[in-house]
C-alpha cells in the first residue's frame, strides 16, 4: 500500500486526535465515498448526521480510495475536511499527506502541526514540479523530447 513504509519514528507521523463522533461518522462512509452520500444513502444513524442544508462540499468527511488516485490535499480547512483513512477511522497523518505530495518519508516540515498540514496542502507535488521544470528547462536548452498528445481530447 502507499503508506507502508512509513513508519513512528518518521517526522510529521502523529496521529489526529478524532472525537469519538467522527470516528463513528466514519464507520459509515465507504471507501472513496463522502459523508453526503452515505446520508443519501440512509447509512448514518440520525445522531452522527450533519445537519447543514446549504454547503455540500464532497470533501467533507471523505475517505481516500486506496486503489485509485487520491483527491485534492487541501492546506487548511476543519470541520472534517482532513482526509481520511480508506480502512481505517481516523484523519491521515501529515506524514501520510505529504506521501500522496510525493514528499520523501526523510522530509522534516517546520512549525506546529496546523502550519505543517498547511505547508503540506499549500505544496506542489514534488515528483509533478520535477518533471514540469525539467520539461522547461529541456525546451529552453533546446533538447527534443517525445511530446504526449492529450488523452482528454484538445479544444483550440
Given at each position: 500500500k502507499a503508506f507502508a513504509d512509513i513508519k513512528p519514528h518518521h517526522p510529521d507521523q502523529i496521529p489526529t486526535k478524532n472525537s469519538e463522533i467522527v470516528k463513528k461518522r466514519l464507520e459509515y462512509i465507504k471507501e472513496g465515498?463522502?459523508?453526503?452520500?452515505?446520508?443519501?444513502?440512509?447509512?448514518?444513524?440520525?445522531?452522527?448526521?450533519?445537519?447543514?442544508?446549504?454547503?455540500?462540499?464532497?470533501?467533507?468527511?471523505?475517505?481516500?480510495?486506496?486503489?485509485?488516485?487520491?483527491?485534492?490535499?487541501?492546506?487548511?480547512?476543519g470541520g472534517g475536511t482532513h482526509?481520511?483513512?480508506?480502512?481505517?477511522?481516523?484523519?491521515?497523518?501529515?506524514?501520510?499527506?505529504?506521501?500522496?505530495?510525493?514528499?520523501?518519508?526523510?522530509?522534516?516540515?517546520?512549525?506546529?502541526k496546523e502550519a505543517v498540514r498547511k505547508q503540506i496542502g499549500m505544496a506542489v507535488p514534488v515528483l509533478g514540479a520535477k518533471i514540469i521544470f525539467k520539461a522547461v528547462l529541456d525546451t529552453l536548452a533546446g533538447k527534443k523530447y517525445k511530446i504526449i498528445n492529450p488523452s482528454f481530447g484538445y479544444i483550440e
Open positions: 465515498g463522502n459523508i453526503w452520500q452515505a446520508q443519501k444513502n440512509g447509512k448514518i444513524p440520525d445522531e452522527y448526521r450533519l445537519k447543514v442544508k446549504t454547503l455540500h462540499m464532497s470533501n467533507i468527511y471523505r475517505r481516500i480510495h486506496s486503489q485509485e488516485p487520491a483527491y485534492t490535499v487541501t492546506g487548511s480547512g482526509m481520511y483513512h480508506w480502512s481505517e477511522n481516523r484523519a491521515l497523518t501529515n506524514r501520510e499527506r505529504a506521501r500522496l505530495q510525493t514528499f520523501p518519508n526523510t522530509y522534516k516540515f517546520e512549525g506546529s
